[in-house]
């Protein structure tokens, strides 16, 4: 039986991506088992003690390449542990396509490419991207081993990133 390493936001300020994280659980559990899920935190490395003397350290001193590398690297170092040659990788929505989780989301990402995991990306809405963020993205989505459905941006999705990429309702509706 394969593991699901979940990945999302699980306690955010934007309810929505805690409840997609929360339904995406219990559809996952239902389908592989729930000893079968290995949930992690996108902004795990965010609420650390070290984390978060990171992030004022690089805004005090207006370097954001440095939050953005430790970001990077701490949870690359996490999901190269955590990953299992049996493991699928699933991000479960939400704004995880924003500025803000790109780098934790590159360092996974790297692990995948590595490994030539399988990877989902389900319920996505696309956020606030700069170019540099857009070319890294589609670097690593332009891959076979990769499937993405966004829940809204579809065309901008597709012309800016890859064009495979499949348009799917809100989880939540899911949920009512």
């Known amino acids: 039986m394969r593991n699901v390493i979940l990945i999302s936001e699980l306690y ?10 929360k339904i995406s659980q219990k559809l996952f559990a239902k389908e592989f088992g729930l000893d079968h899920i290995i949930q992690y935190d996108i902004s ?26 430790y970001l990077y690297c701490a949870t690359k170092r996490d999901i190269k542990r955590i990953l299992l040659n049996k493991s699928i990788v699933v991000f479960s929505g939400g704004q995880l396509f924003l500025d803000f989780f790109i780098p ?4 996974i990402l790297d692990v ?13 809405f696309i956020g606030r991207l700069r170019p540099r963020e857009i ?8 891959n076979n081993s990769i499937r ?29």
């Not at 955010?12 to 994280?21: A, E, K, W």
């Not at 650390?48 to 805004?59: A, E, N, P, Q």
């Open 104 to 107: 934790p989301m590159l360092g």
């Open 112 to 124: 995948i490419k590595e490994t030539n995991t399988h990877t989902y990306f389900f319920f996505f």
């Open 12 to 21: 955010s300020s934007n309810l929505g991506d805690t409840v997609i994280s």
């Open 44 to 69: 795990k490395h965010r609420r650390t003690l070290i984390g978060r003397i990171v992030c004022r350290l690089s805004k005090l001193l207006g370097l954001e390449d440095l939050l953005n590398r």
């Open 135 to 142: 070319s890294k993205l589609k670097y690593y989505l332009n």
């Open 148 to 176: 993405v459905t966004v829940r809204d941006g579809l065309t901008f999705f597709q012309e800016n990133i890859s064009p495979n990429v499949y348009a799917c309702p809100d989880v939540a509706i899911k949920s009512s």
